[in-house]
Protein backbone atom coordinates (compact mmCIF):
# COMPACT_ATOMS: atom_id res chain seq x y z
CA UNK A 1 0.00 0.00 0.00
CA UNK A 2 2.14 2.91 -1.28
CA UNK A 3 5.43 1.42 -0.01
CA UNK A 4 4.24 2.11 3.68
CA UNK A 5 5.11 -0.38 6.51
CA UNK A 6 3.42 -1.09 9.67
CA UNK A 7 6.05 1.50 11.57
CA UNK A 8 5.00 4.17 9.39
CA UNK A 9 1.61 3.41 9.41
CA UNK A 10 1.52 3.66 13.48
CA UNK A 11 3.58 6.90 13.08
CA UNK A 12 1.16 8.45 10.84
CA UNK A 13 -2.05 7.58 13.03
CA UNK A 14 0.05 8.68 16.50
CA UNK A 15 0.28 11.87 14.33
CA UNK A 16 -3.41 12.23 13.65
CA UNK A 17 -4.26 11.78 17.34
CA UNK A 18 -2.02 14.35 18.16
CA UNK A 19 -3.25 16.73 15.76
CA UNK A 20 -6.71 16.03 16.05
CA UNK A 21 -7.46 14.17 19.20
CA UNK A 22 -9.02 10.82 19.79
CA UNK A 23 -12.30 11.59 19.54
CA UNK A 24 -12.05 13.30 16.59
CA UNK A 25 -10.29 10.42 14.16
CA UNK A 26 -12.87 8.39 13.66
CA UNK A 27 -15.69 11.46 11.96
CA UNK A 28 -12.16 12.29 10.47
CA UNK A 29 -12.14 8.31 9.09
CA UNK A 30 -15.68 8.19 8.15
CA UNK A 31 -15.81 11.54 6.33
CA UNK A 32 -12.83 10.68 4.14
CA UNK A 33 -14.47 7.25 3.33
CA UNK A 34 -17.44 8.80 2.07
CA UNK A 35 -15.28 10.94 -0.19
CA UNK A 36 -13.68 8.06 -1.43
CA UNK A 37 -16.66 6.14 -1.72
CA UNK A 38 -18.50 9.52 -4.17
CA UNK A 39 -14.77 9.42 -5.92
CA UNK A 40 -15.05 6.04 -7.23
CA UNK A 41 -19.09 6.18 -8.13
CA UNK A 42 -18.57 9.28 -9.85
CA UNK A 43 -15.57 7.73 -11.44
CA UNK A 44 -16.80 3.84 -12.32
CA UNK A 45 -20.20 5.91 -14.44
CA UNK A 46 -20.85 5.66 -17.58
CA UNK A 47 -19.39 8.93 -20.20
CA UNK A 48 -21.94 8.17 -22.48
CA UNK A 49 -24.42 9.04 -20.07
CA UNK A 50 -23.54 12.75 -19.49
CA UNK A 51 -26.29 15.25 -21.60
CA UNK A 52 -24.07 17.09 -24.08
CA UNK A 53 -24.22 20.51 -24.24
CA UNK A 54 -23.17 21.53 -27.67
CA UNK A 55 -26.04 19.88 -30.22
CA UNK A 56 -25.15 19.40 -33.48
CA UNK A 57 -27.06 22.19 -34.97
CA UNK A 58 -25.03 24.82 -33.06
CA UNK A 59 -22.29 23.76 -34.73
CA UNK A 60 -23.55 24.67 -38.42
CA UNK A 61 -22.80 28.08 -40.02
CA UNK A 62 -26.02 30.34 -41.83
Known sequence: MFGLGAPELIAILGIGV??????K???????FGKAIKEF??????DPNS???SISPS???KS
Open 25 to 31: LPEIGSS
Open 18 to 23: LLFGAK
Open 40 to 45: RKTQNE
Open 58 to 60: DNK
Open 50 to 52: EQK
